[in-house]
């Protein structure tokens, strides 16, 4: 209970600093979405060509894409330093939150919000409702798939950024797994072969995000929702065990400052 009171307190002073500046805050929202939806272009082009691939036509990328936009804007507006946690070890901006008597991890990631994740967020759920699955049963799926690939996002980028407790700046590498990710997630795995389907469901997580809670809207299957609720459990765990091991390897940075 004291986590979900410290959780709504740090939402809600994130849109209050956003609301300080609502022309901006608005402008970002509404740029994601166009950025999104000009992204689909491309395959509403490709469909115009050709009926499906590999069984996934226009209706299941748009739900494809919903799923994941939604999942990243979910984590990037509610958990905005989970895309940054590798600059804020580096630069000892652990300090303020181990001051603290709250959970660190939970702590550092809310503590920051991204405008534009809420963008994603309306895009997502914009692209759900025309993809031709908004059934009551189908709501409850795109939800439970949501949460899963918000869980897996996050879960996998404090583990990569986590690294930088013992190899110094790894901006670099975060940013690259970033990347991968994020557009492995926005392609179906019925693409790749079996070798990459197997990466993108344990090393580089994707199809986890991305084509499994998909086809869980599509059609509800005990393997799908297993496979999302092993893999969300899995990325969390294990990130939060990586992460306090660093904690161990921490060197200060002497900048105790005020985050929030």
Request: proline content about 2%; glycine content about 8%; overall charge neutral.
């Amino acid at each position: 209970m004291r986590h979900i009171k410290l959780l709504l307190a740090l939402w809600q002073a994130n849109i209050q600093a956003a609301m300080e500046f609502r022309a901006a805050f608005f402008t970002q929202v509404i740029f994601m979405m166009i950025n999104n939806g000009v992204y689909f272009i491309f395959w509403v082009l490709y469909f115009d060509k050709f009926n499906e691939v590999r069984g996934w036509d226009i209706h299941s990328m748009m739900l494809l894409f919903g799923v994941t936009a939604a999942a990243w804007g979910i984590g990037a507006f509610f958990f905005g330093n989970f895309i940054t946690l590798a600059d804020v070890i580096v630069q000892g901006r652990l300090d303020y939150y181990l001051s603290l008597p709250r959970p660190v991890l939970l702590h550092t990631l809310a503590s920051k919000s991204i405008g534009s994740g809420m963008g994603d967020i309306l895009y997502g759920i914009g692209s759900f409702v025309f993809s031709g699955y908004l059934t009551p049963d189908g709501i409850l799926r795109f939800i439970v798939g949501v949460l899963a690939g918000v869980c897996i996002f996050i879960g996998f980028l404090v583990i990569v950024q986590s690294l930088s407790f013992w190899l110094g700046n790894t901006a670099a590498l975060s940013q690259f797994a970033l990347s991968a990710i994020l557009t492995f997630s926005l392609y179906p795995s019925a693409l790749f072969d079996a070798t990459t389907k197997f990466i993108l469901l344990t090393i580089l997580p994707a199809a986890l995000i991305g084509t499994i809670p998909t086809e869980f809207v599509r059609a509800f299957s005990w393997q799908s929702l297993l496979q999302m609720a092993s893999g969300a459990l899995a990325f969390l765990l294990l990130s939060i065990l990586i992460f306090r091991l660093g904690l161990k390897r921490y060197e200060s940075g002497s900048a105790i400052q005020v985050e929030v």
